[in-house]
């Protein structure tokens, strides 16, 4: 113990370690379901290595639920709510930090207040709603109201204002241009990173939402890949690797996703949009 | 949702004023920038939400038509043993999900924050991993690792000779799932948001505390702590508003997967009974009047929140 105290102990990297192991764990303990037929998931001691069933179960997968069309669908509506949300972000975010209006201040004290509302409690009334619209059992009433995010036009609007001088507004209306093409050619571009990581968690938060789907979608063929497990658990019972496969393929993109943009994900969070 | 939340709005600086005898289309722009947020928080967000409290007031069937039955949702939910059974149900799932994440957010939070640690991203991206993990995906496994028979964990337990447990069955054992479930879900993100916040200490506090003879327990509680008071008030309230509102976990762990999580509602919580007389037996307006109970629950949480850092702000 008599190591210097600005070195990592041992034990640090240990407790960080497991933690590590402890989030990657059960991700590889469904890919080991995935691969092996139920016999051999339920043995004692349990099977560590992958076995060669994962092309056997991804086609039962595939069989028991539309799951190819689920997965087009979870890709369409939280890529939809991913690109829209950062847009309409942006825009608002750039009207709040550069635009001078009647009412602006007062406009977005009322953006930050409407956070404080629990609409998630409203699913009753949201769905008499989409009832009215005629949108029940389709792929709009869960891309609409994911687009509308009081955090995303903040969290904008705290990057524009950081980050776009009042000079280069001022140069760009002096070349005569429009406020539409400030934002196009001047704003957006130099924010672009930023609306990309708040599309990035948009895209995860809807792409893993399952209440609403689950209230909304009624046919098999509109199901997003999570109501698609759902199904496929109803099958528990008498195949426990089917449910298996199906997280293992509905978690699948992510991942991917993850393993190429999880820097910026973590350094989204590590930027602190939270301040005290 | 908090108070911590919202930043002292600062006025930016001015932008530059529009030239004089800018066109009316210039003028409005702004407006049309900001408008769809505000539309849609109206249709989809605002009158849902007031609506839920004047349905709550029906006898209300989707099917057939609706009577004016006043108060007597309420009054019927407060002599439900049902309605008792997912409180207690939320708020012990709530409990046990909320306090391990948090002590174990803060112990990593502070070893991420080393500045000698080698491998950081590695750490800090394989904690957010379980964040990307859908909450369908991770009920269905981590059912599987509690398992009575054909469980992981009760095949370790029985290596040091413990008797199988069934925990899905049992109304503590469910809800320790459930919990496990939650806490596995959000360690790590929490974890970040408390590194986020410990960055901003700068490095050399922790430097001449350690000069000064400061060990890593007195360096922990005494600069770590103090400086992470804020977001911690956050993720408290964050949590409890998002642990008011599980769903999927307890739908997904029991066997067959029902709306009343297992034979006697062992872990049936607020928001599954809300939707299991919404949406399983089409009573809209009993399911509106256990969501306005779920939200003055919410506005209890965040008094309680706003009173304790006006508190802790008062003690500095």
Redesign the interface.
């Known amino acids: 113990m008599s190591a210097r105290?600005?070195?990592?102990r041992w034990w640090?990297y240990a407790?960080?370690v497991g933690?590590?192991a402890?989030?990657?764990f059960?991700?590889y303990?469904?890919f080991i379901?995935a691969t092996t037929d139920t016999a051999t998931?339920?043995q004692?001691?349990?099977e560590i290595v992958p076995g060669d069933n994962f092309f056997y179960l991804a086609g039962l997968v595939f069989d028991t639920v539309p799951f190819l069309q689920s997965i087009v669908n979870s890709l369409v509506v939280a890529g939809a709510i991913g690109v829209g949300q950062a847009l309409?972000?942006a825009?608002?975010g750039?009207?709040?930090?550069?635009?001078?209006?009647p009412g602006?201040?007062t406009?977005?004290?009322?953006?930050?207040l409407?956070?404080?509302?629990?609409?998630?409690?409203?699913?009753?009334?949201?769905?008499?709603?989409m009832?009215e619209l005629g949108w029940v059992d389709t792929l709009q009433a869960l891309v609409?109201?994911g687009?509308?995010?009081?955090f995303g036009?903040f969290w904008m609007r705290q990057h524009i204002?950081a980050t776009i001088s009042?000079e280069l507004?001022?140069a760009a209306?002096l070349d005569g241009a429009?406020?539409?093409q400030v934002?196009w050619r001047i704003a957006f571009p130099i924010v672009r990173p930023a609306a990309f990581v708040l599309g990035l968690f948009a895209f995860?938060t809807a792409?893993?939402d399952?209440?609403w789907p689950f209230?909304v979608l009624k046919s098999p063929e509109r199901y997003t890949?999570?109501i698609a497990?759902?199904a496929l658990?109803?099958s528990?019972?008498i195949d426990?690797g089917l449910?298996?496969s199906g997280?293992?393929l509905?978690?699948l993109p992510?991942?991917v996703?993850?393993v190429f943009v999880?820097?910026r994900?973590?350094g989204g969070?590590?930027?602190?949009a939270?301040?005290? | 949702m908090s108070t911590t939340l919202a930043p002292v709005p600062v006025a930016p600086a001015e932008p530059p004023a529009p030239r004089v005898g800018t066109p009316l289309r210039e003028r409005l722009a702004p407006y049309a920038y900001i408008a769809p947020f505000f539309v849609l928080f109206a249709v989809f967000g605002l009158f849902p939400f007031l609506f839920t409290f004047y349905v709550a007031l029906f006898d209300w069937n989707p099917i057939g038509d609706h009577t004016f039955i006043g108060f007597d949702n309420f009054t019927r939910m407060l002599d439900d043993p049902r309605f008792w059974n997912a409180t207690r149900n939320t708020v012990s799932i709530w409990f046990l999900s909320t306090v391990p994440q948090l002590f174990l957010a803060l112990l990593l939070a502070h070893l991420l924050n080393h500045a000698r640690l080698r491998a950081a991203l590695f750490f800090r991206m394989s904690v957010l991993v379980p964040y990307v993990t859908s909450v369908a995906a991770t009920a269905i496994v981590f059912a599987q690792l509690f398992d009575r028979d054909f469980g992981l964990l009760n095949w370790l337990l029985g290596l040091v000779g413990v008797e199988p447990v069934d925990f899905v069955q049992s109304t503590f054992g469910s809800h320790v799932v459930i919990a496990a479930m939650v806490t596995w879900r959000w360690f790590g993100y929490t974890t970040l948001l408390y590194l986020a916040s410990l960055q901003a200490v700068p490095r050399d506090v922790y430097e001449s505390a350690a000069i000064d003879g400061a060990g890593g327990w007195q360096r922990f509680r005494h600069i770590t702590i103090p400086a992470l008071r804020p977001v911690i008030i956050f993720t408290v309230i964050t949590s409890t508003i998002g642990g008011l509102q599980i769903f999927t976990e307890p739908l997904l762990v029991s066997p067959g997967s029902t709306l009343t999580c297992g034979a006697v509602r062992q872990c049936q919580t607020l928001t599954l009974m809300l939707y299991e007389q919404g949406f399983g037996r089409y009573e809209f307006g009993y399911g509106s009047a256990i969501g306005v109970a779920l939200f003055l629950m919410v506005v209890a949480v965040a008094a309680v929140n706003y009173l304790l850092s006006s508190r802790i702000k008062a003690d500095r």
């Open positions: 105290h600005n070195n990592v640090q407790v960080l933690a590590a402890v989030s990657i059960p991700l303990w469904m379901v998931a339920t004692m001691p349990p309409l972000c825009l608002a750039f009207a709040f930090a550069k635009l001078r209006f602006r201040n406009l977005f004290l009322v953006v930050l409407t956070m404080t509302v629990p609409t998630q409690l409203a699913v009753i009334p949201q769905y008499l709603i009832s609409v109201p687009l509308a995010s009081a036009i204002v009042d507004m001022q209306y429009s406020t539409w934002f995860v792409w893993n399952f209440l209230i890949a999570q497990i759902k658990q109803n528990f019972d426990l449910a298996m997280s293992f509905a978690t992510l991942l996703l993850f999880g820097r994900m973590v969070i590590l930027e602190g939270f301040k005290g």
